[in-house]
């Protein structure tokens, strides 16, 4: 047994993680920050942050992750960090020369308590950022909220670029959140479908998806420019995209530059993809086009085909919160049963929202934010499930407790195709289904004895 | 399939790649830069001074990572029935959760937190009123939970900062417990310049809070220890398959695959047999003056290195037994080797590599690379010291710096009652005077050709301008590195974590190397870069339909 001394008996614990189901903010904020063109993402910290993050990102997405850091020394943790900082900035845009530095602290730099804002002056002051380049920064002490909490930051300071015009330029901002290159290059695809002008931020389709060509370009095509950032000030709303991971940057551009915003579910799932397609439809004043409800009908066709292999399994799943209530929304609408529910962002909302989803499940539902992945092994020992859905980690416990097991959300550190194949929208939905068949059909035949063994299913 | 390898036109001069990687440099950069890269001139006896173990220059795209994952993600992670408690906010003890991949067997029923990952998840408020408390109630709640033989804590940035004293909580836990030993490391990620440092605090402790700890008698005629092999991708079963097939008994290894237990009798071996140079020979010198025990440089990685390690054990000894037994197991093990090298040589012969990790395999990995005829024309440590370029010899004038200073060294008296010289001076003397070599290691320079390049904490950039400028068939790094060279259209092994394969350690190992890096370096993927469309743009006028 690979978790052997997981006991099945569960005790509280106040002080002790085991296993958690977050990582810390740093990372989040270098993801989001990779989605802005010619970005170079920037920890002040020390240099283990930035290494870590780097690996981490590196094995999700089989891409080169380029990141500077401050790399900060016993010396500069006692005096400040600013020195680190301006020289790497000097550094970083001499050798690398990117359009943007995206800077993001770390717990070492928010607890000796570095202003970023005011480094940002004095290298302004100094001359040490080139004309036409811009720094960005965003504050992310390890120690408050997750990954997630530290994505929503970089992105809200993404938002602060906005510098209206006082002319509108008709598009809708689009906040996707914490999904896969290939999420954000779909929802592109349906926007373009439906005729809608939009800014995408962050954007890391072309960035982290790319080609294998014989070049190595430190700053592929993709990404959202800056020039877009700073339009985002005149369009004609917001729609962010999780409450979690996109609602703060879309408040502050209502609440500051008079964008309105509504904040939606990730549109994973029927249920959450109609919701962001109908709003998008309200807000653009368009038409939806039938190839779009076209992918819908086609979702539900398959959950009609396929119900009686979905109906009643239960579930669990361990991930981040905003991913999580759409995939626990569109598990119940499949008339599954997500039975445990684990994030370990914290948040008592997200207990009420799953608590709401899952009220008329036919089983005892447990549901915890701040918690840990050993709980999830638990609540599974206590009441085992047909299916897992996570990360790469919970193959420790697919494997132990002999569970089918769908890899979904962050990190995928063993399998292919998350940056590839999208799971947002209806055509997502599609990919969702086709992994969660095919995992539980393949139990099915194998555990079929060989009179019940069937060619057609 | 191609069977002879086509010799690369690839003409370089060191000088001018040398010049070409500083060009783009601000000029206090391109100076500091200048003294880490060196043109070998492979000098017999001195090597040229290369500046190492200095300050990570900020903005700079390293591949260095910090002093915690020195000592608790290479030295303490594989310890596979210690619970390694993490003390900080999440971050640090999520990334060092298995990525490294350590191997290890407790068999069915052992002890085995490998797969756990534990940590005190610090919160704001934590940082505010200080984290000890939290700590104290973690420990206990780890306790309760598992009964642990023992607990280990490590320091994350913000521990230092605020003052928290985890010695202090550890004794005292320690002593509340009574049959769980719990000690700390201070090893906060701003500590050093890289993690090296953390191997140092990792070697400190367990020498001062494990080692020496069990008494109860090791059985075994010829015992070592192993230190410095981490058993990535099982390279430490396949050494402790020969050490078996040997006869030679392995008390401990620091510290792949290890336990509790191991560390605590490691004090009972007669020999130290150090691997990895850079992050153990701390612990090889302290179980020198406290326990009397000889130290010496081994290294598995290539099966002559292997043959002539062996070899070197059982001179120690100086059994005749074992002495025969080694060369029966050289002469059953190497035949498979020199198979699986004739099979490949004819591919792979006259190739070109380039490699940049650790702190030891950028100088094993060469002996590799030699045995396939393929040749390293620049290579370089990430987190080494000048010995491990220069030669042990240089330490006595290596210059102790303001990022040194900081790092414990403590000292280490002969044991009153346990303190046993192995050999008689005599008998020291005499092995010395055949030309064998205690507490020597001669460092990764005069290993390699005049012209070759030495490049220590190579970055991102040099890197890419490396590859651009010498085009070598293979780079050799890390994971962060891995796909910004692919990229390039050249393939790229990591020698940290040997991306899914290994072992890579002596004779089985080197078979699995050779066919790994033929099949990298001979793999059709990299003729596939250009679409039809784009080796030949131009539209033919006479293009049939058929």
Same mark, same amino acid.
């Given at each position: 047994m690979l978790l052997r001394h997981t006991p099945k008996e569960i005790t509280e614990r106040t002080a002790l993680t085991i296993n958690p189901a977050k990582t810390c903010q740093p990372i989040g904020a270098m993801y989001a920050a990779l989605g802005i063109h010619g970005c170079l993402p920037h920890s002040h910290g020390s240099q283990g942050c930035c290494a870590y993050h780097r690996s981490t990102l590196t094995r999700h997405y089989k891409e080169p992750i380029s990141a500077a850091t401050s790399s900060f020394t016993e010396g500069a943790s006692v005096f400040g960090g600013q020195a680190n900082m301006l020289q790497a900035i000097d550094n970083i845009f001499t050798v690398y020369d990117p359009e943007v530095i995206a800077i993001h602290t770390t717990c070492l730099s928010e607890t000796i308590g570095d202003d970023l804002k005011q480094i940002k002056t004095k290298a302004e002051k100094e001359g040490k950022i080139p004309a036409g380049k811009t720094v960005i920064g965003a504050n992310t002490p390890s120690y408050v909220g997750s990954h997630v909490t530290g994505f929503s930051s970089m992105v809200k300071s993404m938002a602060m670029l906005a510098e209206p015009t006082g002319k509108k330029n008709g598009k809708v901002n689009v906040i996707p959140g914490w999904v896969e290159p290939c999420d954000m290059e779909e929802l592109k695809r349906l926007m373009n479908l439906m005729g809608v002008k939009f800014i995408m931020f962050p954007d890391t389709s072309g960035v982290l998806n790319g080609p294998l060509s014989g070049e190595f370009n430190m700053f592929p095509e993709g990404g959202t420019t800056i020039a877009e950032l700073k339009s985002t000030g005149d369009s004609i709303g917001t729609l962010a995209l999780g409450e979690w991971c996109s609602a703060d940057g879309a408040r502050w551009l209502d609440a500051k530059k008079k964008v309105p915003c509504s904040v939606l579910d990730m549109p994973f799932g029927l249920k959450a993809t109609d919701r962001f397609i109908d709003a998008l439809r309200t807000i653009a004043g368009v038409s939806i086009p039938e190839q779009v409800s076209l992918e819908r009908g086609q979702l539900v066709d398959m959950i009609s085909d396929m119900h009686q292999y979905l109906y009643h399994k239960k579930v669990a799943l361990v991930g981040d919160p905003d991913q999580l209530i759409s995939m626990t929304e569109f598990l119940v609408s499949l008339d599954m049963c997500p039975v445990h529910i684990v994030t370990g962002t914290p948040g008592k909302k997200f207990e009420e929202r799953i608590r709401e989803i899952t009220r008329d499940v036919p089983y005892p539902v447990h549901v915890k934010a701040a918690g840990d992945m050993f709980l999830l092994h638990q609540w599974i020992k206590n009441e085992p499930v047909d299916l897992l859905i996570g990360n790469t980690y919970c193959k420790y416990i697919a494997r132990d407790e002999d569970i089918p097991y769908v890899r979904w959300g962050f990190p995928i550190l063993d399998r292919q195709g998350h940056q590839y194949f999208p799971t947002v929208a209806y055509k997502g939905g599609l990919r969702l289904l086709e992994k969660i068949l095919g995992v539980l059909m393949d139990r099915q035949d194998r555990d079929a004895t060989e009179q019940r063994f069937e060619l057609v299913m | 399939m191609a069977t002879a390898t086509k010799k690369k036109l690839v003409q370089w001069d060191p000088a001018d790649v040398k010049a070409q990687l500083l060009e783009k440099y601000p000029a206090k950069v391109a100076r500091k830069r200048a003294k880490q890269i060196m043109i070998n001139e492979a000098l017999s006896n001195t090597t040229p001074e290369i500046s190492a173990n200095v300050r990570t220059i900020p903005g700079i795209i390293t591949m260095r990572g910090c002093t915690y994952a020195g000592c608790?993600? @290479?030295?303490? /992670?594989?310890?596979?029935?210690? @619970?390694?408690? @993490?003390? /900080?906010?999440?971050g640090c003890s999520f990334y060092a959760w298995l990525t490294r991949r350590n191997q290890t067997d407790a068999g069915p029923d052992g002890e085995n937190y490998m797969n756990y990952c534990f940590s005190t998840d610090m919160q704001d408020s934590d940082i505010i009123f200080g984290g000890e408390k939290k700590l104290t109630a973690a420990i206990q709640e780890a306790y309760d939970l598992f009964h642990p033989r023992s607990i280990a804590i490590f320091a994350t940035c913000p521990v230092g900062l605020i003052g928290d004293d985890i010695h202090t909580v550890a004794k005292r836990m320690k002593e509340k417990f009574g049959d769980c030993n719990v000690y700390a490391f201070s090893c906060e990620g701003y500590k050093g310049v890289s993690q090296s440092a953390g191997h140092h605090i990792a070697n400190n402790q367990v020498f001062r809070h494990i080692v020496g700890e069990n008494d109860v008698p090791k059985e075994g005629k010829y015992k070592i220890n192993l230190l410095g092999e981490y058993n990535i991708g099982g390279d430490g079963f396949e050494i402790d398959r020969i050490f078996k097939k040997c006869g030679i008994t392995n008390i401990a290894t620091f510290s792949g695959n290890s336990t509790y237990d191991q560390f605590a009798s490691a004090h009972q071996a007669d020999l130290n047999a150090v691997m990895c140079h850079r992050s153990i020979n701390y612990v090889a010198d302290m179980l020198e003056t406290k326990y009397g025990i000889p130290w010496i440089k081994v290294n598995f990685i290539g099966a002559n290195a292997t043959a002539k390690s062996l070899r070197k054990i059982a001179q120690y000894f100086g059994d005749q037994e074992l002495i025969d037994r080694v060369e029966e197991v050289i002469a059953e093990e190497m035949p498979a080797v020199e198979a699986a090298q004739a099979e490949v040589r004819p591919r792979t012969e006259g190739k070109t590599a380039m490699m940049f990790v650790g702190g030891s395999r950028a100088h094993h990995y060469q002996e590799l690379f030699n045995e396939m005829g393929m040749k390293t024309i620049s290579a370089g440590y990430e987190f080494a010291h000048r010995d491990d370029y220069e030669g042990r010899q240089v330490i006595p004038t290596l210059e102790v710096d303001a990022d040194s200073r900081n790092i414990e060294e403590i000292h280490v008296e002969p044991d009153s009652t346990r303190f046993r010289p192995r050999k008689s001076e005599a008998e020291m003397k005499k092995l010395e005077k055949d030309g064998y070599q205690f507490k020597q290691y001669d460092g990764l320079i005069p290993d390699m050709e005049k012209n070759t390049l030495v490049i220590d904490d190579l970055n991102q950039y040099e890197a890419e301008k490396l590859v651009e400028l010498m085009k070598p068939d293979i780079f050799c790094a890390g994971i962060k590195e891995k796909f910004s060279i692919q990229k390039l259209g050249v393939p790229m092994k990591q020698l940290h974590s040997y991306d899914s394969g290994g072992p890579y350690a002596g004779f089985k190992g080197a078979v699995n190397f050779y066919q790994e890096i033929d099949r990298l370096v001979n793999s059709k993927v990299w003729r596939y870069m250009k679409a039809p469309w784009q080796e030949n743009p131009q539209l033919s006028a006479s293009y049939q339909w058929e």
């Open positions: - | 608790k993600g @290479v030295i303490m /992670g594989p310890t596979r029935d210690i @619970v390694n408690l @993490v003390h /900080g906010p999440i």
